[in-house]
């Protein structure tokens, strides 16, 4: 009878520690944005990689590919786009800035005034942009004890990955070379980060130089130069366009997850990404130069360590990586030329101060004009009604005399703008001008001779999305459709299976 009891007893101590074990089971989701990493550039280098991330991936990962149904710039709207499942015309961010018309300046798009910037003097937030973010929908789905971090390089794409509703993220400024971040986030800079940067070991590490890991000759597309000299940078100068920033990025990614602990209770945790392919001389996300083939050598090393130590620390059954790549450069200009395919810059400056005259002509010389950014003409409408002008009939005089600019294919007053379909996919209502325009094929958008806007020439975009479960390698746990998916209807595919 004691014994029966013993075993009764034991069988419930069991059962309780197992319960205990389960329920303290560690799960951790892990999401990477590569800037510029292109599908084509992955085939190419393939057979370099015996081992590391990206072979592991290619070899274990379900891959699809992510397309764009608009014109792509090359900034952050592709990645605003994933993350929110919104086009540009609804969630608004197309250029790096917006025209206020309020003080008729430029302003950052993520500037926020009444955020203190944390190790750094930008004010930032995501306060402007209304539609939730994956981090946003990964936090209402699993609630508070949810654990969100984001690193990254730069300021806007961390915060897209962090969200609003992230504990804390943390980028590296190119400036000073520090970690640094907003008080958006109640956490403010994570303790790890600040220790790094008491440190001193950024700075130590970035005295280097980065220079070929192969012969050049050994390289798929060297440049004549590379040939002849190799490439070398000192690090410091170009820390951005370097793999040491990645290094840096997998690094705090690490110490974030042992410190916050992430992935070590039955609670799911997220931790975001961003690294980079872009190498400092690059003009195209196609491989054209050996400095660009030793990024993705580089990054295939230290995506495999990154999968290794999470994999220890975790556990390959509770642990999934999403990684993606970012167009930014497209084709170069070179590439294209080579086919016949010519460029020319059309200067939306120049087009607002001809367009300034000729206002001036018709109604006297006044300031017609408050500004011209992007694609949009804003037109000076306190002034308009005091001279008791139809705004409407003004709208309709610019936007003719903008057709007979060369290169320019479109252009709308405002109302019609928002009315035609080819264009709509682009235009952000609250941020577009009083007239609109596109240009024709060939002609790349600059906002002056310093300032290009329009920076990817490829007509069809499209990038890689692999999602990686190590511990169900071989099962239908994840399902990728093997087609192309829209860009906006990657987040809800993702949220449900997270």
């Known amino acids: 009878m004691r014994t029966n009891g013993l075993y009764y007893t034991l069988t419930v101590l069991l059962t309780l520690l197992v319960g205990l074990s389960l329920s303290a089971a560690s799960r951790l989701t892990v999401v990477i944005a590569v800037d510029g990493m292109s599908s084509e550039a992955l085939d190419k280098m393939r057979p370099y990689w015996k081992q590391g991330g990206l072979r592991t991936l290619q070899e274990e990962a379900q891959l699809t590919q992510v ?8 900034g952050e709207e592709t990645l605003t786009t994933l993350l929110t499942g919104q086009l540009p015309s609804q969630h608004g961010v197309w250029y790096p800035a917006y025209f206020d018309r309020s003080d008729k300046q430029l302003h950052p798009f993520f500037e926020d005034p009444a955020q203190a910037g944390i190790g750094t003097a930008e004010h930032l937030s995501l306060r402007r942009l209304s539609f939730p973010t994956l981090s946003d929908l990964f936090r209402l789905k699993h609630g508070d004890f949810a654990k969100i971090y984001a690193v990254g390089q730069q300021p806007s794409a961390t915060l897209l990955l962090a969200g609003h509703a992230a504990n804390a993220c943390c980028w590296l400024d190119a400036s000073s070379r520090q970690w640094v971040t907003t008080s958006y986030y109640a956490a403010g800079l994570p303790a790890v980060a600040d220790e790094e940067n008491v440190s001193g070991r950024i700075d130590e590490s970035c005295r280097t130089l980065w220079m070929p890991h192969m012969q050049p000759s050994s390289y798929l597309h060297p440049t004549d130069q590379e040939r002849r000299q190799g490439f070398s940078y000192s690090v410091c100068e170009v820390l951005h366009n370097t793999p040491k920033v990645n290094s840096l990025v997998v690094d705090m990614a690490l110490r974030l997850t042992l410190s916050e602990q992430l992935g070590q209770d039955d609670r799911p945790d997220l931790l975001l990404l961003q690294l980079t392919t872009l190498s400092p001389k690059a003009q195209s996300d196609h491989l054209e130069s050996a400095e660009q083939e030793d990024m993705y050598t580089t990054l295939n090393e230290y995506l495999g360590f990154l999968l290794d130590q999470l994999t220890a620390r975790v556990g390959k059954e509770h642990l999934q990586v999403i990684l993606t790549g970012i167009p930014r450069l497209g084709q170069s200009v070179a590439s294209r030329e080579r086919i016949g395919l010519t460029q020319r810059a059309f200067y939306a400056d120049r087009a607002g101060a001809l367009t300034s005259v000729y206002l001036m002509a018709l109604y006297g010389n006044e300031r017609w004009i408050d500004g011209v950014w992007g694609q949009s003409v804003f037109l000076n409408r ?82 890689p999305l692999w999602w990686w479960c190590p511990g169900a390698v071989g099962t239908k746990s994840v399902s990728l459709p093997r087609s192309p998916m829209k860009a906006e209807e990657v987040l809800p595919y993702l949220i449900n299976q997270l």
């Open 67 to 74: 397309s764009y149904g608009f014109d792509v710039q090359g």
């Open 382 to 463: 306190q002034l308009i009604e005091q001279h008791g002008l139809s705004l409407s009939a003004v709208q309709r005089q610019v936007a003719d005399f903008l057709m007979d600019f060369e290169g320019v294919q479109w252009a709308y007053p405002r109302s019609e703008a928002l009315m035609v379909s080819r264009v709509t996919d682009c235009l952000a209502k609250p941020y577009i001008g009083d007239v609109v325009f596109g240009l024709q094929p060939g002609w790349q958008l600059w906002q002056d001779e310093q300032l290009p806007l329009d920076c990817v020439s490829d007509p069809y975009v499209q990038s």
